[in-house]
DNA sequence: CGATGTATCTAGATCGTCTAGTAGTTAGAG
DNA sequence: CTCTAACTACTAGACGATCTAGATACATCG
């Protein structure tokens, strides 16, 4: 958010102007890319925590078992929300709800091969155009380029 | 989004490792940032819609008057909803309506001093942050990430 | 075994958005 | 210049996603 608000008077400006050039473009990138996930809500018919939620249990699912639980502490939610959204999911057929083997009390949330196949199909073009983009690249630049983006992401943590 | 999902098979691996390490980074970078957002809505107690809200007439009232339609329309939200939000906004004493003096039908918002006050003290650090990374490559460097992250914007858009 | 903690779900309330429709104001066609 | 169509903001009522509170089943530890 600071990004979004870094063209007001932060600045007194002049001597800084390609910094602030630099910044522009990454704010800029910020607005694009959430555009992208915007149409993919469009595109699925679900709203934003529902795609969170799927994105969560996507790559969770390659590492170890996602159960409820772990994905309504990931969103921030209750554990009453996190059932509804594991019911609406569900029921839009994105999401399978299986016994936990090893916890009878739990369960195991897997993407259904629909939901894996809609997302690839919705995301493949954006995918290769960004890595033909950055690929243009030589490693010297993409060096470069790291560096900053590493910057930057630590300094917003800080 | 798409950059979310991008750590999954899309690519055999291999060949373009400092690629894939770059295009990690920004996505680290967007999730890093989305984080912030969040952080600032705690900060106001307010939802994300009405956070846009107050960027969007804080930006607009630079240039020109801002109407309820107008931040409707920037929003995707119906009039019905966009009065809803400008009276929370009002209540919670960041927004004031004033008459639009060329339109009788109108209104013109104006954020109060009290949330701009709070934005910036909330951002300050931040911005400074970010300006401080930013400021400590050279102008051939910045050069080489602000063609990186025009082409990464440009291949989300296409 | 029994006590306490954990994982999920249900019931009812709250809040932001929506659809539908109203009153006042503007502006263009005759 | 007037009449009518379009526009701006608003109200009323409904819906959906979330919340709080609490129920139920299972796990774990003394």
Redesign the pocket.
């Known amino acids: 958010m600071a990004l979004e608000l870094i063209n007001r008077s932060w600045l007194e400006g002049g001597e800084q102007d390609r910094v602030l050039s630099a910044l522009h473009l990454l704010r800029e990138f910020v607005v694009v890319e959430a555009e992208t996930r915007t149409n993919l809500m469009a595109d699925l018919k679900?709203?934003?925590?529902?795609l969170s939620a799927l994105r969560f249990v996507l790559d969770g699912s390659d590492e170890g078992a996602v159960?409820?639980?772990?994905l309504?502490h990931h969103?921030?939610?209750?554990?009453?929300?996190?059932?509804?959204?594991?019911?609406?999911l569900e029921h839009a057929g994105y999401l399978r709800?299986e016994p936990?083997p090893k916890?009878?009390?739990?369960?195991?949330l897997h993407t259904t091969q629909a939901a894996r196949v809609l997302l690839e199909s919705s995301l493949q073009r954006q995918v290769s155009s960004l890595l033909t983009a950055a690929g243009s690249f030589n490693p010297d630049e993409l060096a470069v380029v790291e560096d900053f983006l590493q910057a930057v992401t630590d300094a917003l943590r800080s």
């Open positions: 679900i709203k934003s925590n529902d159960s409820p639980r772990a309504g969103l921030g939610i209750t554990s009453a929300s996190t059932t509804a959204l594991v019911n609406r709800r936990d916890d009878r009390r739990g369960l195991v």
